[in-house]
């Protein structure tokens, strides 16, 4: 931990550790059959354990802090959910002394709170198809100040050294704090930080890709051409969550883009989706901005209402891949 740590930034790490620890646990001797939301997207008990468990660390250090979530308890509320609360129920009291069931379900509805002035952001489980596979997927959390992402971390628990895959290792977290840098170490240790830096790559031919196993909800026909039109030569590397803006910020990947389908400013962008891996590409030296190349807003509510898309670079690429998808949009729009 730096030696400068604050009170946000124990508080940040003890919850992410203590959150992605509780996700490997449950993805081992729970039952994680996904439940789908009105969104189609899955949720498993993992993702409302993990949201309640932070949710009950943050209530407890920072009272008065809204938190902005992506769960909510509606579906724990109902008969249907019943057995998915009580598998909720018997992991979270394991870890929290006053993990009842109406305490489970206020701590989960912490997270539907709007953002302030000072507010956290959390993603339980960034990934949740990954996670229900066997594969990359991360716990996330951010403290956003004034619209400015100040402190961020992510648990990574099949992630080594913040850029490889090991399922049965020790996992890595990521911690950035604004303008002081950014930082990994082992999941399961509380010593050995190491600090992160993005690679020196600067050839379009050397460029190191992260594309995502669920490519065509953020990518639709823009992959290929992508990888076309900057000459990449390397072969990508495919993993799920925000698992990949810690290989970015590692050095091992360059390239991270997120196009909507759709092509509408804040389509699908939640910001638990982005606020903790921006703060960790740019502590380590690289960017992120949207698809016109602007600073992503997070004052605009739960979504990034006024960005279109994501790119997340080492910085040397930036530039180019910002020039390459007008260049691709253009083609497509003809």
């Known amino acids: 931990m730096p030696k400068f740590a604050s009170k946000e930034i124990k508080t940040t790490i003890d919850a992410v550790r203590k959150g992605a620890l509780l996700a490997r646990e449950m993805r081992k001797k729970a039952n994680i059959s996904p439940l789908l939301k009105a969104d189609n997207s899955p949720v498993t008990a993992a993702d409302f354990a993990v949201q309640a468990l932070i949710a009950s660390i943050l209530e407890k250090q920072f009272p008065n802090d809204p938190l902005v979530a992506e769960e909510n308890s509606a579906f724990l509320r109902t008969e249907e959910g019943n057995a998915t609360l009580n598998t909720v129920k018997k992991f979270v009291r394991r870890k929290a002394k006053k993990a009842v069931r109406r305490k489970i379900l206020e701590w989960i509805d912490r997270g539907t709170a709007q953002p302030a002035k000072r507010f956290w952001t959390l993603d339980p489980i960034d990934g949740t198809k990954g996670y229900i596979r066997g594969d990359h997927y991360a716990v996330a959390l951010a403290l956003i100040e004034d619209g400015e992402v100040s402190v961020a971390a992510l648990g990574c628990p099949i992630l080594k050294d913040a850029k490889g895959t090991d399922k049965k290792g020790l996992g890595s977290i990521i911690l950035a704090v604004k303008g002081k840098g950014c930082w990994y170490g082992p999941l399961i240790k509380k010593k050995d930080w190491k600090p992160l830096k993005v690679s020196s790559r600067s050839d379009t031919e ?22 076309q039109t900057l000459g990449t030569l390397q ?44 703060l960790v590409i740019e502590e380590a030296g690289g960017k992120v901005t949207d698809l016109d190349g602007n600073s992503l807003d997070f004052t605009a509510g739960k979504r990034l209402v006024r960005n279109r898309g994501i790119l997340a670079t080492n910085g040397h690429f930036h530039k180019k891949v910002l020039e390459a998808v007008r260049e691709i949009h253009a083609q497509i729009k003809k």
């Open 235 to 278: 072969p990508a590397i495919w993993m799920d969550s925000l698992a990949k803006y810690a290989v970015i910020a590692s050095g091992a990947g360059d390239i991270l883009c997120r196009i909507p389908v759709s092509g509408k400013p804040g389509d699908g962008e939640h910001i638990w989706d982005q606020a903790s891996g921006a």
């Open 206 to 227: 050397e460029a190191v890709l992260l594309r995502s196993i669920e490519e065509n909800q953020v990518m639709g026909p823009y992959a290929d051409k992508l990888v």
